[in-house]
């Protein structure tokens, strides 16, 4: 039996919950093209015939404007270390800039590199973008990959389960995450959010479930300021109902959530907000 971490790693938006979700053949991890959407470490199990693959699927390096952006980087530099495997995931649509840069210097030379997003590029630019990738780092091997149509995504499993090491089951052999329930349902109305409101508020955004009392559930929307709170609401209450309805959508049949907005100023700045929202 082989058994061992997997962290995945990149600046925001390259992709890399999508290729978590590829992977494991379900939703593990919420997706949205504004970047930074992953807050939070977010481990996705894959086991197969002799071999378990627990993966970590990470917020996006970038340069903080916010404790919650420096926060967040902590966290995704916190998940490089004792685990077995890094995947460096570029996108194959963007050029390589700074940002790459610094993640490739951070990562270890027995990464992996996945250039993501094949399928939006030309077979050129993918070939350009693996020239620029081997210019990062001394990577042991790269993949190109679409974590949205598949391609490429089951050969490059295969190698990362080659390369765990001998080990038990780390997880039972049926989960496929280990995010709590609450978590999940509160990080669920965010990417409806999100999805609904575009770009007019994505980083003012925090969700978090205050109460559970199946199947009653209570998610509280934090948003910065009243004008934010116009918006998450909506004219007539249109926005928030829109994101109720997509919510339930993806939860268990019987579901009953109830959606309220409140201000709470300045949160991404608030040591003390920060962790009670589990940042």
């Not at 995947?87 to 993640?103: K, S, Y």
């Not at 978090?208 to 009392?213: G, I, L, M, P, Q």
Request: with cysteine; hydrophobic share 45%; net charge negative.
């Amino acid at each position: 039996m082989k058994s061992g971490f997997a962290t995945l790693v990149g600046r925001p938006n390259v992709g890399k919950s999508t290729l978590l979700n590829c992977i494991l053949g379900q939703k593990v991890s919420i997706t949205s093209p504004v970047a930074q959407t992953t807050r939070n470490q977010v481990r996705g199990v894959l086991t197969r015939p002799h071999v378990q693959v627990v993966f970590v699927d990470t917020p996006g390096i970038h340069k903080p404007r916010t404790l919650l952006g420096a926060r967040l980087n902590d966290s995704a530099t916190d998940a490089l270390g004792g685990v077995d495997l890094t995947l460096l995931v570029l996108d194959a649509t963007a050029p390589v800039g700074r940002g790459d840069r610094f993640v490739a210097g951070l990562v270890p030379a027995s990464a992996i590199c996945v250039v993501n997003k094949t399928d939006a590029a030309s077979r050129a630019q993918v070939l350009q973008q693996l020239q620029a990738a081997a210019g990062l780092g001394e990577f042991d091997e790269f993949f190109p990959v679409s974590a949205r149509t598949g391609a490429g995504v089951e050969a490059l499993v295969e190698v990362i389960a080659e390369r765990m090491p001998d080990g038990p089951l780390l997880y039972p052999e049926d989960m496929v995450t280990d995010v709590p329930e609450a978590f999940w349902v509160a990080e669920l109305v965010r990417e409806q959010l999100l999805a609904v409101t575009h770009d007019e508020v994505p980083h003012s955004i925090a969700c978090r479930v205050t109460e559970w009392d199946w199947p009653h559930i209570r998610c509280e929307i934090l948003v910065e300021r009243d004008s934010q709170k116009g918006i998450v609401i909506g004219r007539n209450g249109e926005v928030l109902k829109q994101v109720g309805i997509r919510a339930r959508e993806q939860l268990p049949e019987g579901a009953f959530l109830e959606l309220f907005v409140k201000v709470d100023r300045n949160w991404q700045s608030r040591p003390k907000a920060l962790e009670r929202l589990g940042y």
